[in-house]
């Protein structure tokens, strides 16, 4: 049988990117609390092309996958990103793993239990032999305008938010960690369950802690900076203003990584 996408190319064009996107796929992730979560990804998958072939071969991106059975972690992403490499000839590749993750949170007042959604990515990279990887963490919270509280006689606007933290590490940070260091940020958390004292607390604690994205930005810096596990990472807040019609955003990105570590 003619295997034309193994045929020369004569065009003399590296690609330097090519793979499958948007696959849907279940995997198992480590969970702090409960040892395993599991959950969907969109995944993508890629890696360069020498000039001198026509294709690749797609079947083997979904074969190297189907071999790691399904479980993610952050040791076995290096290990994904070297066979896509070797079962595909490559100099380099890339592997992104985007999921909802779940954590349990418990209502202020009354500790109603419910589950909070969180979206958490994986993206790793295999450059010859070096090896990359970034893990995002995007939490929802909410966040009050201190300038409004300040020139209002009743009230202030507050609007639900986004925190969205990147990082690299040099040893393990688990999901539940960032998720509750972006909330800490913020003027408050939110919850997918509560009950009226629970709504008061909210509202109340929201309006003592008022925060600008800026302030939301800033802090989460401080905590970050202060933890010796993460080296480098970027920091984006997203306001999705109550009293505007469009978003308020602030970020900011930090290397504290000696150079010949930098990718």
Known sequence: MRDVQNEPDLRNIPLDRVGVSDLSYPIEVRDRDHKVQRTV??????????????????????????????????HRMDSLVALLQERLAAQSAEVEFRFPYFIQRHAPQSGAASLTRYDVVFRASRQEDRFDLVTTVRAPVLTLCPCSREISEAGAHNQRAHVTLSVRMASIVWIEELADLAERC???????????????????????????????????ALALDGDPRIPWYRVTVKSHESIHNHDAFASLERDRRSPEVAP
């Not at 890696?47 to 972690?73: A, I, K």
């Not at 629970?198 to 802090?219: C, G, I, L, M, S």
């Open 41 to 74: 990804a969109r995944i993508a998958m890629a890696v360069s092309l020498p000039r001198d072939y026509r294709g690749t071969h797609m079947s083997r991106f979904v074969e190297v996958l189907e071999s790691m059975g399904g479980q993610v972690t952050v």
């Open 186 to 220: 913020a003027s408050c958390p939110v919850y997918s369950l509560l009950k009226r004292e629970d709504e008061k607390h909210v509202t109340e604690q929201a309006y003592h802690n008022p925060r600008f994205v800026e302030d939301v930005a800033r802090e989460a």
